[in-house]
């Protein structure tokens, strides 16, 4: 009896640290990715290219390694790159699909945490298959009308508006501020701790 009730006593305090651990590392990686990067970057704002890939009513989203949480496809341009260029290349790498571009949507400029410009385009696949990398756990076309839960509050408004009527290309305003962190505070957090889909 005493020696189960050790066992227990020792397998509960295991399991506390390693939460402990869990919490403190992700705890770390929030405070990098979100505050820290969101003082250093405020006057050196990036401009990155992004798809919204929609087939069938169904929006394409990846799951990124860190943090983990879903986005649109997209990232950096290279030298030399057209942003269309871009769009098509890194959206080949992430997800493995060939797109086609529809139109562009505008440059998204994401304002307080994490500033930087993001040039938006509707995309249709046209060839590929679809497979993540190593930058990405999972690659999914999702219901437009059901987004995940762990999807950056942003995003939605890009995706609606992509999938809405076409309008010409414009500049968007995005205020990322206290709501918006803590949004994605808690969508990180329910990632990490296995709570979100």
């Known amino acids: 009896m005493f020696y189960r009730a050790l066992v227990a006593i020792l397998r509960w305090i295991y399991t506390a640290r390693h939460g402990i651990r869990r919490i403190g590392e992700t705890a770390t ?26 087939q069938d009513g169904q929006v394409l989203l990846v799951k990124r390694t860190t943090p983990r949480v879903w986005e649109l ?3 950096g341009i290279e030298e030399g790159e057209t942003p269309a260029e871009a769009v098509v290349r890194e959206i080949a790498e ?7 571009i529809e139109r562009e949507l505008g440059v998204y400029q994401r304002l307080g945490f994490r500033p930087h410009d ?14 993540h990398n190593e930058e990405s756990v999972a690659v999914r076309f999702f219901p ?38 803590l949004a994605s505070l808690f969508i990180v957090l329910g990632e990490r701790l296995h709570l979100l889909e």
């Open 118 to 131: 993001a040039i938006i385009f509707r995309c249709v696949p046209t060839g590929g298959t679809l497979a």
């Open 94 to 100: 992430e997800t493995g699909l060939q797109v086609r």
């Open 73 to 75: 496809p997209g990232g």
């Open 144 to 181: 437009i009308n059901r987004l995940p839960r762990g999807v950056l509050p942003w995003y939605r408004e890009v995706i609606y508006e992509a999938a809405g009527p076409a309008m010409p290309p414009r500049v968007h305003r995005q205020w990322l501020g206290l709501g918006a962190i």
């Open 29 to 54: 990686e929030l405070w990098r990715f979100y505050i820290h990067s969101t003082l250093t970057q405020q006057r050196n704002r990036y401009t990155v290219v992004q798809g919204v890939v929609i």
